[in-house]
């Protein structure tokens, strides 16, 4: 299983939100440049990356501090927030995102969807961010009446490979993941979901590993220094039994 360090951006900061909500925002001292070194320091070969300002505005915001990031080349990263258009795709993806993530864009627009599959294939991802399993847009400003489960298995008849479900009554706030959900979704054929939201422990990981969860997102719990991201890594590979 893939472990993914997270770098959440806004206003060019770091910053960690608890359920969604902007109002509830850590922010951390060190630039995403600092972030992504420690990463590597640590061993990571994958990165998630989001920009919290275009995922609210609808366009990307902080695209000049995420594409230096994505320049590195040492990392897999995969980048989402505010990806609306084949522009921002290609702009990204030229930068050097192995990996771009639509979210509202997704829901609201099926022809840009389908175009950006038709076009990119496996480089496009779904993030599919639920609050009491109904999809959540905008940010996650808006929660639609649409069932998160159906719609990851709709994405995988267009073709989408991959899907990062977030639960976020869990994201950051270190309460542990939702374990049932990713147990169902882990049961979707032929979709790799990626876990998001609230893991916080090496017993989460070994479950989500075992269950044959492609990834895991890992934010607040390395930021707070409740899990140690080789630890987390070596649990990932099957090297650690927890």
């Given amino acids: 299983m893939k472990i ?3 770098i959440d ?4 900061r770091v910053v960690r939100l ?4 902007y109002q509830q925002m850590s922010v951390y001292d060190l630039s995403p440049a600092a972030a992504l070194a420690e990463f590597i320091v640590s061993g990571a070969s994958c990165v998630h990356i989001v920009d919290l300002d275009g995922a609210k505005d ?3 915001g902080n695209a000049a501090v995420i594409e230096p990031l994505l320049a590195y080349g040492q990392l897999f990263a995969e980048v989402g927030g505010g990806i609306r258009d084949m522009a921002t795709i290609d702009r990204y993806l030229a930068a050097g995102a192995g990996r771009v993530i639509l979210g509202t864009a997704a829901l609201a627009d099926k022809k840009f969807l389908l175009d950006a599959i038709a076009k990119y294939g496996e480089k496009i991802a779904v993030g599919v961010d639920c609050r009491d399993g109904k999809v959540a847009v905008s940010g996650w400003l808006e929660t639609t009446a649409i069932d998160g489960m159906s719609f990851c298995r709709q994405l995988r008849d267009y073709g989408i490979q991959t899907v990062i479900y977030t639960d976020i009554s869990r994201d950051g706030a270190l309460s542990g993941a939702n374990i ?3 147990q169902r979704l882990s049961q979707i054929a032929d979709l790799d979901i990626v876990a998001s939201g609230g893991i916080s422990s090496l017993s989460e990981i070994a479950q989500l590993r075992d269950m044959g969860i492609s990834a895991a997102i890992l934010g607040k719990s390395l930021y707070s220094g409740k899990l140690n991201l080789p630890e987390v890594l070596a649990v990932a590979r099957g090297e650690n039994q927890v």
């Fill in 4 to 6: 993914f360090p997270a």
């Fill in 9 to 12: 951006i806004k206003d060019g």
């Fill in 58 to 60: 609808g366009h990307p």
């Fill in 180 to 182: 049932d959900v990713y």
């Fill in 18 to 21: 608890k359920y969604g909500d």
